[in-house]
């Protein structure tokens, strides 16, 4: 693991990584997806203690798959946790297909700037010593050994060190983006916290602020 230069957020594994037996119980889960085929699909599942403190506890990160052929999946990884809501992006006939397989999808709130503006501070270590986001080592399950092949992030937590801003002569400009490339595992993180968290004014058409699922929709 080895950042780079112009890296978006000051992730630190020393810091930010922590194992499944030192997790503290959680009292919600969530869900995140980033739709993909030939570039990854991305589901995590989320954990929050009663701090609300946030836990990737598990991830499928999977390419050239399609969504009916991970739903499966995404109830096998929940292992019957009670959901209190799965936030996706905002490809409808990849939420429709989840709906059919009876998960229910929120739509995420997509604002970049705001959402990193938001994951920057739940990383950011507080008095307490602790950030309010962990990833749990090891948590991906189904290793995708193309995307190994090439060389390209195989979780979440291997995207964080290419997930840079573009160079500028001038430094870095106020309306600049990060380079769009092996990020799906980012964007997925920035959906969670937005949902958990807020983000600000909302958006219209899009519900990110935090609401349980009934139970006959909790899968």
Not at 76 to 83: A, F, L, N, P, S
């Amino acid at each position: 693991w080895v950042g780079r230069a112009g890296q978006v957020y000051e992730f630190d594994p020393a810091i930010h990584l922590i194992d499944a037996a030192a997790v503290p119980p959680l009292v919600r889960h969530y869900r995140a997806i980033d739709f993909g085929y030939s570039n990854p699909f991305v589901c995590q599942l989320w954990g929050e203690d009663s701090d609300g403190r946030l836990y990737l506890v598990r991830e499928l990160y999977q390419s050239q798959r399609t969504v009916n052929a991970l739903a499966p999946l995404i109830d096998d990884m929940t292992g019957g946790r009670g959901i209190t809501a799965t936030v996706a992006d905002h490809d409808a006939e990849d939420r429709a297909t989840l709906d059919e397989h009876g998960i229910v999808t929120v739509a995420a709130d997509k604002r970049v700037k705001t959402g990193i503006d938001a994951v920057t501070e739940r990383l950011r270590v507080r008095g307490d010593g602790k950030p309010r986001l962990y990833i749990v080592r090891d948590c991906t399950v189904n290793y995708d050994d193309r995307l190994a092949a090439e060389r390209r992030p195989t979780s979440t937590e291997k995207e964080f060190p290419g997930y840079v801003w573009p160079d500028t002569k001038a430094g870095r400009a106020a309306d600049e983006l990060p380079v769009k490339s092996d990020d799906h595992g980012m964007d997925a993180v920035r959906y969670m916290v937005m949902y958990v968290d807020g983000g600000g004014p909302p958006v219209a058409g899009v519900s990110h602020v935090r609401r349980d699922l009934s139970p006959s929709r909790r899968r």
